[in-house]
DNA sequence: ATATACTGTGTATTTTTTACACTAACTAAA
DNA sequence: TTTAGTTAGTGTAAAAAATACACAGTATAT
Protein backbone atom coordinates (compact mmCIF):
# COMPACT_ATOMS: atom_id res chain seq x y z
CA UNK A 1 0.00 0.00 0.00
CA UNK A 2 1.74 3.07 -1.10
CA UNK A 3 1.77 6.18 1.58
CA UNK A 4 -0.51 8.50 -0.62
CA UNK A 5 -2.52 9.76 1.93
CA UNK A 6 -1.06 12.33 4.76
CA UNK A 7 -0.33 11.29 8.02
CA UNK A 8 -2.30 12.59 10.91
CA UNK A 9 -1.21 12.47 14.71
CA UNK A 10 -4.64 11.61 15.23
CA UNK A 11 -6.91 8.45 15.86
CA UNK A 12 -10.63 7.68 15.68
CA UNK A 13 -12.31 6.55 18.95
CA UNK A 14 -15.61 5.03 20.07
CA UNK A 15 -17.91 5.90 22.56
CA UNK A 16 -20.59 4.18 23.88
CA UNK A 17 -23.63 5.00 25.66
CA UNK A 18 -25.03 1.80 27.31
CA UNK A 19 -28.78 2.44 28.43
CA UNK A 20 -30.61 -0.24 30.89
CA UNK A 21 -33.87 0.57 32.74
CA UNK A 22 -34.07 -0.63 35.87
CA UNK A 23 -36.57 -0.17 39.09
CA UNK A 24 -38.66 1.80 37.19
CA UNK A 25 -35.32 4.33 35.87
CA UNK A 26 -33.60 4.60 32.80
CA UNK A 27 -30.01 4.38 33.34
CA UNK A 28 -26.73 4.81 31.52
CA UNK A 29 -23.66 2.98 32.26
CA UNK A 30 -20.19 5.09 33.59
CA UNK A 31 -16.87 4.77 34.12
CA UNK A 32 -14.71 6.18 36.53
CA UNK A 33 -11.74 7.02 35.09
CA UNK A 34 -7.99 6.10 36.91
CA UNK A 35 -6.08 7.66 34.46
CA UNK A 36 -5.18 11.19 33.43
CA UNK A 37 -6.41 13.02 31.58
CA UNK A 38 -9.50 13.31 33.44
CA UNK A 39 -8.32 10.88 36.28
CA UNK A 40 -11.12 9.90 38.82
CA UNK A 41 -13.64 11.63 36.56
CA UNK A 42 -16.34 9.48 34.95
CA UNK A 43 -16.66 9.03 31.41
CA UNK A 44 -18.50 7.34 29.20
CA UNK A 45 -17.26 3.88 27.90
CA UNK A 46 -15.06 4.28 25.12
CA UNK A 47 -12.04 3.41 23.24
CA UNK A 48 -9.16 3.95 20.11
CA UNK A 49 -10.41 2.10 17.17
CA UNK A 50 -8.05 -0.21 15.96
CA UNK A 51 -6.30 0.04 12.29
CA UNK A 52 -7.84 -3.32 11.35
CA UNK A 53 -11.29 -3.07 12.47
CA UNK A 54 -14.15 -1.65 11.18
CA UNK A 55 -15.84 1.18 13.35
CA UNK A 56 -18.85 -1.12 14.13
CA UNK A 57 -16.44 -3.94 15.29
CA UNK A 58 -14.57 -1.88 17.14
CA UNK A 59 -18.00 -0.95 19.18
CA UNK A 60 -18.95 -4.50 19.51
CA UNK A 61 -15.46 -5.01 21.03
CA UNK A 62 -15.70 -2.07 23.19
CA UNK A 63 -18.79 -2.72 24.67
CA UNK A 64 -17.62 -6.60 25.16
CA UNK A 65 -14.53 -5.39 26.90
CA UNK A 66 -16.52 -3.27 29.18
CA UNK A 67 -19.72 -5.46 30.18
CA UNK A 68 -18.77 -8.69 29.03
CA UNK A 69 -22.17 -8.51 26.46
CA UNK A 70 -22.23 -9.54 23.14
CA UNK A 71 -25.14 -9.53 20.41
CA UNK A 72 -26.28 -6.16 22.28
CA UNK A 73 -28.41 -4.03 19.78
CA UNK A 74 -26.30 -0.93 19.17
CA UNK A 75 -26.25 2.10 16.78
CA UNK A 76 -24.25 4.60 15.50
CA UNK A 77 -25.53 8.22 16.52
CA UNK A 78 -23.15 10.78 15.80
CA UNK A 79 -19.71 11.47 15.22
CA UNK A 80 -17.97 14.14 17.36
CA UNK A 81 -14.99 16.47 15.69
CA UNK A 82 -14.16 19.48 17.30
CA UNK A 83 -10.48 20.21 17.17
CA UNK A 84 -9.40 20.03 21.12
CA UNK A 85 -11.99 17.52 22.33
CA UNK A 86 -9.19 15.74 23.29
CA UNK A 87 -6.06 18.02 25.12
CA UNK A 88 -3.97 14.55 24.17
CA UNK A 89 -4.40 14.56 20.32
CA UNK A 90 -6.73 14.81 17.56
CA UNK A 91 -9.61 12.10 18.28
CA UNK A 92 -12.82 12.57 16.37
CA UNK A 93 -15.44 9.90 17.88
CA UNK A 94 -17.87 7.83 16.84
CA UNK A 95 -20.42 7.81 19.35
CA UNK A 96 -22.90 4.47 19.65
CA UNK A 97 -25.78 3.98 21.95
CA UNK A 98 -26.53 0.31 23.21
CA UNK A 99 -29.28 -1.05 25.00
CA UNK A 100 -28.99 -4.08 27.17
CA UNK A 101 -31.19 -5.95 29.63
CA UNK A 102 -30.00 -5.11 32.97
CA UNK A 103 -31.86 -7.98 34.65
CA UNK A 104 -30.08 -11.08 35.33
CA UNK A 105 -27.06 -9.52 33.95
CA UNK A 106 -23.98 -10.42 35.88
CA UNK A 107 -22.73 -7.57 37.60
CA UNK A 108 -20.70 -4.86 34.64
CA UNK A 109 -17.09 -5.15 35.72
CA UNK A 110 -14.69 -3.14 33.58
CA UNK A 111 -11.96 -5.32 32.11
CA UNK A 112 -9.44 -2.31 31.00
CA UNK A 113 -7.30 -1.02 33.22
CA UNK A 114 -8.06 2.72 32.58
CA UNK A 115 -11.92 2.36 35.03
CA UNK A 116 -11.16 2.12 38.24
CA UNK A 117 -15.06 1.33 38.97
CA UNK A 118 -17.95 1.06 36.43
CA UNK A 119 -21.68 1.75 37.46
CA UNK A 120 -25.43 2.38 36.22
CA UNK A 121 -26.73 5.85 37.05
CA UNK A 122 -29.94 7.45 36.45
CA UNK A 123 -29.90 9.99 33.73
CA UNK A 124 -31.69 12.65 35.59
CA UNK A 125 -28.46 12.22 37.90
CA UNK A 126 -25.81 12.71 35.84
CA UNK A 127 -22.30 14.01 37.15
CA UNK A 128 -20.11 16.40 34.92
CA UNK A 129 -18.61 13.53 32.78
CA UNK A 130 -14.80 13.83 31.07
CA UNK A 131 -14.46 15.41 27.81
CA UNK A 132 -17.25 16.23 25.66
CA UNK A 133 -19.11 13.43 26.60
CA UNK A 134 -21.56 15.28 28.69
CA UNK A 135 -22.89 16.72 25.11
CA UNK A 136 -22.43 13.23 23.70
CA UNK A 137 -24.55 11.66 25.97
CA UNK A 138 -27.60 14.51 25.37
CA UNK A 139 -27.31 13.32 21.82
CA UNK A 140 -27.89 10.41 22.47
CA UNK A 141 -30.84 10.69 24.16
CA UNK A 142 -32.27 12.80 22.17
CA UNK A 143 -31.70 10.52 19.28
CA UNK A 144 -33.02 7.36 21.54
CA UNK A 145 -36.29 9.28 22.26
CA UNK A 146 -36.56 10.14 18.28
CA UNK A 147 -35.88 6.52 17.46
CA UNK A 148 -38.48 4.73 19.89
CA UNK A 149 -41.24 6.59 17.59
CA UNK A 150 -40.05 4.38 15.10
CA UNK A 151 -38.13 1.76 15.72
CA UNK A 152 -39.04 -1.64 18.53
CA UNK A 153 -36.43 -0.64 20.46
CA UNK A 154 -37.77 -0.34 24.36
CA UNK A 155 -38.13 -4.55 23.80
CA UNK A 156 -34.23 -4.85 23.65
CA UNK A 157 -34.49 -2.82 27.34
CA UNK A 158 -36.84 -5.68 29.30
CA UNK A 159 -36.70 -9.02 30.14
CA UNK A 160 -37.75 -11.11 27.31
CA UNK A 161 -41.44 -11.60 28.98
CA UNK A 162 -42.70 -8.14 30.47
CA UNK A 163 -45.44 -6.73 31.96
CA UNK A 164 -47.31 -4.19 29.51
CA UNK A 165 -46.69 -1.94 32.95
CA UNK A 166 -43.06 -2.42 32.63
CA UNK A 167 -43.78 -1.45 28.79
CA UNK A 168 -44.96 1.73 29.84
CA UNK A 169 -43.15 2.70 32.84
CA UNK A 170 -40.04 2.30 30.18
CA UNK A 171 -41.59 4.61 27.95
CA UNK A 172 -42.21 7.07 30.55
CA UNK A 173 -38.85 7.04 31.48
CA UNK A 174 -37.21 7.28 28.01
CA UNK A 175 -39.88 10.25 27.02
CA UNK A 176 -39.74 11.74 30.44
CA UNK A 177 -43.43 12.08 30.84
CA UNK A 178 -46.91 10.43 31.77
CA UNK A 179 -48.74 8.22 29.59
CA UNK A 180 -52.13 6.92 29.86
CA UNK A 181 -52.65 3.85 30.54
CA UNK A 182 -56.09 2.58 28.72
CA UNK A 183 -54.32 4.45 25.61
CA UNK A 184 -51.08 3.13 25.93
CA UNK A 185 -52.42 -0.55 26.19
CA UNK A 186 -54.56 -0.01 23.32
CA UNK A 187 -51.90 1.53 21.09
CA UNK A 188 -49.54 -1.25 21.88
CA UNK A 189 -52.04 -4.35 21.55
CA UNK A 190 -53.15 -2.88 18.22
CA UNK A 191 -49.63 -3.08 16.53
CA UNK A 192 -49.98 -7.00 16.67
CA UNK A 193 -46.69 -7.88 17.32
CA UNK A 194 -46.77 -8.04 20.94
CA UNK A 195 -47.42 -11.84 22.42
CA UNK A 196 -49.49 -12.83 25.19
CA UNK A 197 -48.25 -15.62 27.26
CA UNK A 198 -49.73 -18.15 29.43
CA UNK A 199 -48.01 -17.11 32.05
CA UNK A 200 -47.89 -14.26 35.16
CA UNK A 201 -45.66 -11.80 36.64
CA UNK A 202 -43.89 -14.10 39.75
CA UNK A 203 -43.07 -12.68 43.40
CA UNK A 204 -44.96 -9.63 43.30
CA UNK A 205 -47.27 -8.83 46.72
CA UNK A 206 -50.20 -7.97 44.75
CA UNK A 207 -52.44 -9.35 41.91
CA UNK A 208 -49.98 -10.77 39.17
CA UNK A 209 -49.95 -9.07 35.75
CA UNK A 210 -49.85 -11.41 32.26
CA UNK A 211 -46.34 -11.46 30.53
CA UNK A 212 -45.80 -10.46 27.20
CA UNK A 213 -43.08 -10.77 24.60
CA UNK A 214 -42.13 -9.13 21.56
CA UNK A 215 -42.85 -11.48 18.52
CA UNK A 216 -39.60 -9.94 16.07
CA UNK A 217 -41.16 -11.97 13.12
CA UNK A 218 -44.68 -10.56 13.36
CA UNK A 219 -42.80 -7.37 13.72
CA UNK A 220 -41.20 -7.54 10.33
CA UNK A 221 -43.91 -9.13 8.75
CA UNK A 222 -46.34 -6.06 10.02
CA UNK A 223 -43.76 -3.62 9.10
CA UNK A 224 -40.76 -4.10 6.59
CA UNK A 225 -38.75 -2.20 7.84
CA UNK A 226 -39.94 0.70 10.67
CA UNK A 227 -42.66 1.97 12.38
CA UNK A 228 -43.57 5.18 9.95
CA UNK A 229 -46.71 5.18 8.19
CA UNK A 230 -45.46 6.52 4.66
CA UNK A 231 -48.96 8.09 3.16
CA UNK B 1 1.64 17.97 23.38
CA UNK B 2 2.98 14.62 24.54
CA UNK B 3 2.69 11.91 21.78
CA UNK B 4 0.97 9.69 24.01
CA UNK B 5 -1.65 8.63 21.61
CA UNK B 6 -0.74 5.40 18.94
CA UNK B 7 -0.08 6.87 15.47
CA UNK B 8 -2.18 5.36 12.58
CA UNK B 9 -1.59 5.37 9.22
CA UNK B 10 -4.84 6.90 8.66
CA UNK B 11 -7.48 9.81 8.17
CA UNK B 12 -10.52 11.65 8.27
CA UNK B 13 -12.39 12.71 5.79
CA UNK B 14 -15.71 14.37 4.76
CA UNK B 15 -17.89 13.17 1.89
CA UNK B 16 -20.82 15.10 0.85
CA UNK B 17 -24.17 14.63 -0.48
CA UNK B 18 -25.63 18.23 -2.14
CA UNK B 19 -28.86 17.45 -2.76
CA UNK B 20 -30.93 19.99 -5.09
CA UNK B 21 -34.60 20.66 -7.08
CA UNK B 22 -34.83 21.41 -10.61
CA UNK B 23 -37.49 20.63 -13.12
CA UNK B 24 -39.72 18.79 -10.58
CA UNK B 25 -36.70 16.42 -10.00
CA UNK B 26 -34.26 15.73 -6.83
CA UNK B 27 -30.60 16.47 -7.95
CA UNK B 28 -27.20 15.37 -6.34
CA UNK B 29 -24.42 17.26 -7.11
CA UNK B 30 -21.04 14.58 -8.21
CA UNK B 31 -18.03 14.99 -9.63
CA UNK B 32 -16.09 12.95 -12.15
CA UNK B 33 -13.23 12.20 -10.43
CA UNK B 34 -9.39 13.03 -12.68
CA UNK B 35 -6.87 11.20 -10.51
CA UNK B 36 -6.45 7.68 -9.39
CA UNK B 37 -7.86 5.55 -7.32
CA UNK B 38 -11.27 5.54 -9.10
CA UNK B 39 -10.27 8.13 -12.04
CA UNK B 40 -12.74 8.83 -14.61
CA UNK B 41 -15.70 7.39 -12.06
CA UNK B 42 -18.39 9.86 -10.66
CA UNK B 43 -17.86 10.33 -6.85
CA UNK B 44 -19.59 12.22 -4.29
CA UNK B 45 -17.65 15.41 -3.46
CA UNK B 46 -15.49 14.63 -0.54
CA UNK B 47 -11.76 15.80 1.21
CA UNK B 48 -9.94 15.06 4.01
CA UNK B 49 -10.04 16.90 7.72
CA UNK B 50 -7.30 18.88 8.42
CA UNK B 51 -5.30 18.49 11.30
CA UNK B 52 -6.97 21.95 12.74
CA UNK B 53 -10.73 22.08 11.98
CA UNK B 54 -13.27 20.39 13.64
CA UNK B 55 -15.44 18.26 10.85
CA UNK B 56 -18.08 20.72 10.93
CA UNK B 57 -15.60 23.37 9.32
CA UNK B 58 -13.98 20.87 6.92
CA UNK B 59 -17.41 20.06 5.49
CA UNK B 60 -18.57 24.12 5.06
CA UNK B 61 -14.92 24.15 3.82
CA UNK B 62 -15.14 21.39 1.55
CA UNK B 63 -18.94 22.12 -0.20
CA UNK B 64 -17.57 25.79 -0.33
CA UNK B 65 -14.61 24.33 -2.59
CA UNK B 66 -16.58 22.75 -4.51
CA UNK B 67 -19.74 24.62 -5.30
CA UNK B 68 -18.51 28.24 -4.02
CA UNK B 69 -21.56 28.24 -1.78
CA UNK B 70 -21.41 29.46 2.08
CA UNK B 71 -24.03 28.82 4.81
CA UNK B 72 -25.72 26.21 3.51
CA UNK B 73 -27.88 23.87 5.46
CA UNK B 74 -25.56 20.93 6.39
CA UNK B 75 -26.49 18.21 8.56
CA UNK B 76 -23.80 15.22 9.27
CA UNK B 77 -25.78 11.58 8.81
CA UNK B 78 -23.52 8.83 9.36
CA UNK B 79 -19.90 7.93 9.63
CA UNK B 80 -18.70 5.01 7.55
CA UNK B 81 -15.59 2.97 8.42
CA UNK B 82 -14.88 -0.45 6.98
CA UNK B 83 -11.54 -1.59 6.88
CA UNK B 84 -10.89 -1.73 3.05
CA UNK B 85 -13.28 1.21 2.49
CA UNK B 86 -10.09 3.49 0.54
CA UNK B 87 -7.69 1.21 -1.65
CA UNK B 88 -4.96 3.50 -0.04
CA UNK B 89 -5.03 3.55 3.85
CA UNK B 90 -7.25 3.52 6.53
CA UNK B 91 -9.87 6.50 6.05
CA UNK B 92 -13.21 6.68 7.84
CA UNK B 93 -15.36 9.00 6.47
CA UNK B 94 -17.69 11.41 7.73
CA UNK B 95 -21.44 12.15 6.05
CA UNK B 96 -23.13 15.55 5.37
CA UNK B 97 -25.99 16.45 3.35
CA UNK B 98 -26.43 19.27 1.83
CA UNK B 99 -29.34 21.12 0.94
CA UNK B 100 -28.89 24.14 -1.91
CA UNK B 101 -31.25 26.34 -3.92
CA UNK B 102 -29.74 25.04 -7.34
CA UNK B 103 -32.22 28.09 -9.04
CA UNK B 104 -30.36 31.39 -9.25
CA UNK B 105 -27.51 29.71 -8.52
CA UNK B 106 -23.91 30.43 -10.87
CA UNK B 107 -22.71 27.12 -12.35
CA UNK B 108 -21.28 24.64 -10.05
CA UNK B 109 -17.63 24.44 -10.87
CA UNK B 110 -15.42 22.12 -9.23
CA UNK B 111 -11.84 23.72 -7.31
CA UNK B 112 -10.15 21.33 -6.90
CA UNK B 113 -7.95 19.60 -9.19
CA UNK B 114 -9.17 16.14 -8.50
CA UNK B 115 -11.94 16.43 -10.37
CA UNK B 116 -12.74 17.05 -13.57
CA UNK B 117 -16.07 17.95 -14.25
CA UNK B 118 -19.43 18.19 -11.74
CA UNK B 119 -22.46 17.32 -12.45
CA UNK B 120 -26.14 17.46 -11.32
CA UNK B 121 -27.36 13.87 -11.58
CA UNK B 122 -30.99 12.68 -10.68
CA UNK B 123 -31.44 10.78 -7.69
CA UNK B 124 -33.11 8.47 -9.92
CA UNK B 125 -30.46 7.56 -12.57
CA UNK B 126 -27.58 7.61 -10.31
CA UNK B 127 -24.28 5.79 -12.02
CA UNK B 128 -22.32 3.61 -9.68
CA UNK B 129 -20.12 5.81 -7.67
CA UNK B 130 -16.45 5.29 -6.71
CA UNK B 131 -15.51 3.76 -3.28
CA UNK B 132 -18.59 3.02 -1.14
CA UNK B 133 -20.15 6.26 -2.09
CA UNK B 134 -23.43 4.65 -3.64
CA UNK B 135 -24.13 3.22 -0.31
CA UNK B 136 -23.54 7.04 1.51
CA UNK B 137 -25.80 7.88 -1.09
CA UNK B 138 -28.65 5.18 0.04
CA UNK B 139 -28.54 5.90 3.30
CA UNK B 140 -28.45 9.86 2.73
CA UNK B 141 -31.38 9.66 0.95
CA UNK B 142 -32.93 7.71 3.60
CA UNK B 143 -32.47 10.26 6.55
CA UNK B 144 -33.28 12.55 4.26
CA UNK B 145 -36.97 11.36 3.82
CA UNK B 146 -37.14 11.23 7.95
CA UNK B 147 -36.19 14.30 8.62
CA UNK B 148 -38.08 15.42 6.24
CA UNK B 149 -41.08 14.58 8.36
CA UNK B 150 -39.99 16.65 11.28
CA UNK B 151 -38.12 19.28 10.06
CA UNK B 152 -38.49 22.00 7.70
CA UNK B 153 -35.91 21.34 5.22
CA UNK B 154 -37.66 21.75 2.25
CA UNK B 155 -37.41 24.96 2.18
CA UNK B 156 -33.87 25.05 1.96
CA UNK B 157 -34.07 23.70 -1.40
CA UNK B 158 -36.80 25.91 -2.79
CA UNK B 159 -36.45 29.76 -4.17
CA UNK B 160 -37.24 32.00 -1.07
CA UNK B 161 -40.57 32.44 -2.73
CA UNK B 162 -41.93 29.56 -4.11
CA UNK B 163 -46.05 28.28 -4.69
CA UNK B 164 -47.67 25.37 -3.13
CA UNK B 165 -47.33 23.54 -6.24
CA UNK B 166 -43.45 23.81 -5.87
CA UNK B 167 -43.14 22.56 -2.49
CA UNK B 168 -45.53 19.85 -3.45
CA UNK B 169 -43.45 18.56 -6.33
CA UNK B 170 -40.65 18.46 -3.87
CA UNK B 171 -41.97 16.67 -1.29
CA UNK B 172 -42.95 13.67 -3.85
CA UNK B 173 -39.53 13.88 -5.27
CA UNK B 174 -37.56 13.30 -2.05
CA UNK B 175 -40.81 10.75 -0.78
CA UNK B 176 -40.87 9.17 -4.21
CA UNK B 177 -44.92 9.36 -4.22
CA UNK B 178 -47.98 11.17 -5.20
CA UNK B 179 -49.51 13.34 -2.43
CA UNK B 180 -53.08 14.23 -2.70
CA UNK B 181 -53.08 18.16 -3.94
CA UNK B 182 -55.94 19.49 -1.47
CA UNK B 183 -54.56 17.28 1.63
CA UNK B 184 -51.33 18.90 0.84
CA UNK B 185 -52.06 22.46 0.83
CA UNK B 186 -54.39 21.68 3.73
CA UNK B 187 -52.11 20.59 6.08
CA UNK B 188 -49.17 22.98 5.11
CA UNK B 189 -51.39 25.57 5.42
CA UNK B 190 -52.60 24.93 8.60
CA UNK B 191 -49.05 24.79 10.57
CA UNK B 192 -49.00 28.30 10.17
CA UNK B 193 -45.51 28.77 8.96
CA UNK B 194 -46.24 29.82 5.34
CA UNK B 195 -46.17 33.36 4.67
CA UNK B 196 -48.57 34.28 1.58
CA UNK B 197 -47.07 37.26 -0.21
CA UNK B 198 -49.11 39.42 -2.27
CA UNK B 199 -46.92 38.16 -5.08
CA UNK B 200 -47.47 35.98 -7.97
CA UNK B 201 -45.08 33.77 -9.97
CA UNK B 202 -43.96 35.10 -13.56
CA UNK B 203 -43.20 34.02 -16.68
CA UNK B 204 -45.32 30.84 -17.09
CA UNK B 205 -47.57 31.06 -19.48
CA UNK B 206 -50.81 29.48 -17.09
CA UNK B 207 -52.54 30.51 -14.63
CA UNK B 208 -49.60 32.30 -12.45
CA UNK B 209 -50.04 30.79 -8.70
CA UNK B 210 -49.53 32.76 -5.55
CA UNK B 211 -45.81 32.59 -4.25
CA UNK B 212 -45.16 31.72 -0.40
CA UNK B 213 -42.99 32.42 1.83
CA UNK B 214 -41.46 30.13 5.07
CA UNK B 215 -41.50 32.14 7.85
CA UNK B 216 -38.71 30.63 10.39
CA UNK B 217 -40.00 33.32 13.05
CA UNK B 218 -43.36 31.93 12.96
CA UNK B 219 -42.00 28.29 12.94
CA UNK B 220 -40.07 28.54 15.79
CA UNK B 221 -42.15 30.22 17.77
CA UNK B 222 -44.70 27.55 17.21
CA UNK B 223 -42.83 24.41 17.51
CA UNK B 224 -39.76 25.08 19.64
CA UNK B 225 -37.76 22.69 17.69
CA UNK B 226 -39.27 20.26 15.51
CA UNK B 227 -42.40 19.31 13.70
CA UNK B 228 -42.79 16.40 16.59
CA UNK B 229 -46.31 15.35 18.28
CA UNK B 230 -45.33 15.23 22.29
CA UNK B 231 -47.93 13.29 23.39
C1' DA C 1 -61.68 -10.83 57.20
C1' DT C 2 -59.71 -6.96 55.89
C1' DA C 3 -56.49 -3.66 54.01
C1' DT C 4 -53.41 -2.85 50.32
C1' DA C 5 -51.81 -2.51 45.72
C1' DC C 6 -51.96 -3.09 41.20
C1' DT C 7 -54.44 -5.20 36.92
C1' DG C 8 -57.42 -4.80 33.35
C1' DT C 9 -61.02 -2.84 30.83
C1' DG C 10 -64.80 0.64 27.39
C1' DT C 11 -66.85 4.58 25.56
C1' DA C 12 -67.71 9.03 23.96
C1' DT C 13 -65.45 13.05 21.95
C1' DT C 14 -62.20 15.36 19.34
C1' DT C 15 -58.77 15.58 16.00
C1' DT C 16 -56.51 14.03 12.04
C1' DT C 17 -56.34 11.75 7.82
C1' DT C 18 -58.11 10.31 3.71
C1' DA C 19 -60.64 10.18 -0.71
C1' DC C 20 -62.39 12.62 -4.22
C1' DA C 21 -63.63 16.44 -8.98
C1' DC C 22 -64.77 20.60 -10.85
C1' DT C 23 -64.69 25.66 -11.88
C1' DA C 24 -61.87 29.84 -12.29
C1' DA C 25 -58.05 32.23 -14.04
C1' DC C 26 -54.72 33.12 -17.09
C1' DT C 27 -51.95 32.50 -21.56
C1' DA C 28 -51.21 31.52 -26.28
C1' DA C 29 -52.57 30.81 -30.66
C1' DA C 30 -55.76 31.15 -34.32
C1' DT D 1 -62.07 38.10 -29.97
C1' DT D 2 -62.65 33.54 -29.67
C1' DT D 3 -61.01 29.24 -28.49
C1' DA D 4 -58.00 25.74 -26.74
C1' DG D 5 -54.86 24.56 -23.38
C1' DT D 6 -53.00 24.46 -18.82
C1' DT D 7 -52.65 24.96 -14.08
C1' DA D 8 -54.69 27.22 -9.69
C1' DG D 9 -57.59 26.87 -6.16
C1' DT D 10 -61.17 25.08 -3.44
C1' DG D 11 -64.86 21.78 0.35
C1' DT D 12 -67.02 18.00 2.28
C1' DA D 13 -68.06 13.63 3.95
C1' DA D 14 -66.24 9.38 5.83
C1' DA D 15 -62.87 6.81 8.22
C1' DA D 16 -59.27 6.37 11.34
C1' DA D 17 -56.59 7.73 15.17
C1' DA D 18 -55.91 10.10 19.40
C1' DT D 19 -57.56 11.62 23.61
C1' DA D 20 -59.82 11.96 28.15
C1' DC D 21 -61.47 9.64 31.71
C1' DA D 22 -62.80 5.89 36.54
C1' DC D 23 -63.79 1.81 38.70
C1' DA D 24 -64.45 -3.14 39.74
C1' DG D 25 -61.63 -7.32 39.99
C1' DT D 26 -57.92 -10.11 41.75
C1' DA D 27 -54.04 -11.43 44.19
C1' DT D 28 -51.22 -10.88 48.43
C1' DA D 29 -50.10 -9.92 53.22
C1' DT D 30 -51.44 -9.49 57.77
Redesign the pocket.
Known amino acids: MEPLLPKFDSAFSIDCVIFGFEAGELKVLLIERNEDPFKDWWALPGNLVEADESIEDAATRILYELTGLRDMHMEQFHTFGAVKRHPLGRVITVAYYALIRIIGQKEVKPVTKYAKNAAWRSVNDLPKLAYDHSEIFETSIQKLRRRLAYQPIAFELLPEKF ?3 QLQLLYEAILNKKL ?4 F ?3 MLSYGFLKELDEKQKG ?7 LYKFDRRKYFKIFQNDLT ?1 D ?1
Chains 1, 2 share one sequence.
Do not use: E, G, M
Open positions: TLTDKRNRKKVSYRAAKPN
